[in-house]
């Protein structure tokens, strides 16, 4: 198994905590497939009563965020835990990295995914590894659970003003979590996705991911064999 960084095993040890607190569904899975998304209409459905003009946030996001892209958040925990992890999606498959250099390359194959091993600057090759299905391949990726937390908690979820984050305006929205004094979540106005999340803790450093880049052009994965 792969070593993960303190802050991403912070947040995995954060999400199981708090799964309790909202939906019991894994959160994005309809913003997984590579091709939802794109040309959709940018218009807020239903809220459900959820207080969100996102309605169902899965189902927003998977109808607005595009086809592709490449997304990397920064995660704090402490003064001197800061690490950021990534992830690309073409229709091709996906890339996941995290900046300690450990990086997962999947490649479509029919309802699968193919693993490959490398690096982005030796390239990669096809591993032994069995096809992995699309909950696997978010599994994989810390950078789609940050996308898609804030769908476990949309019923206690409370409007708190507007704000920008990496230029891009966002919505944003406070909830009491579990074992935290009250979270901070800044929500994408166009795709829906987290950009931010800020949870704070009486009498210690906030727990932070924050998006540093979202591109949607010009997006592929690592040379592969």
């Known amino acids: 198994m792969k070593k993960q960084?303190?802050?991403v095993?912070?947040?995995?040890?954060?999400?199981?905590?708090?799964?309790?607190?909202?939906?019991?569904?894994k959160p994005g899975n309809p913003a997984s497939s590579p091709n939802a998304g794109a040309g959709q209409p940018a218009s807020?459905?239903?809220?459900?009563?959820?207080?969100?003009?996102?309605?169902?946030?899965?189902d927003y996001i998977a109808q607005h965020l595009p086809a592709e892209f490449s997304i990397t958040?920064?995660?704090?925990?402490?003064?001197?835990?800061?690490?950021s992890t990534s992830m690309i999606r073409t229709s091709e498959g996906y890339y996941c990295e995290r900046d300690d250099g450990i990086g997962s390359l999947f490649i479509k194959n029919g309802d699968l995914y193919d693993l490959y091993d490398g690096t982005p600057s030796t390239g990669f090759d096809k591993s032994d590894a069995p096809?992995?299905?699309?909950?696997?391949?978010?599994?994989?990726?810390?950078a789609h659970w940050m996308m898609t937390y804030h769908a476990n908690f949309l019923q206690q979820?409370?409007?708190?003003?507007?704000?920008?984050?990496?230029?891009?305006?966002?919505?944003?929205?406070?909830?009491?979590?579990?074992?935290?004094?009250?979270?901070?979540?800044?929500?994408?106005?166009?795709?829906?996705?987290?950009?931010?999340?800020?949870?704070?803790?009486?009498g210690e450093i906030p727990f932070v991911f924050e998006i540093t880049k979202f591109q949607t052009s010009n997006v592929s994965l690592p040379a592969h064999g």
């Open 157 to 202: 979820m409370q409007p708190a003003g507007q704000g920008q984050v990496v230029g891009r305006d966002a919505d944003k929205y406070v909830t009491g979590l579990q074992g935290y004094a009250s979270s901070t979540f800044w929500i994408d106005r166009e795709t829906g996705i987290a950009l931010k999340m800020e949870a704070e803790l009486t």
């Open 131 to 142: 096809a992995q299905d699309q909950a696997a391949v978010d599994l994989g990726c810390e």
């Open 44 to 58: 807020p459905g239903n809220n459900s009563g959820t207080g969100l003009p996102y309605g169902d946030a899965q």
């Open 73 to 83: 958040y920064r995660i704090s925990k402490t003064v001197t835990t800061d690490v």
């Open 5 to 7: 960084p303190a802050a």
């Open 9 to 25: 095993l912070a947040f995995v040890l954060l999400a199981l905590s708090l799964t309790g607190c909202g939906t019991t569904d």
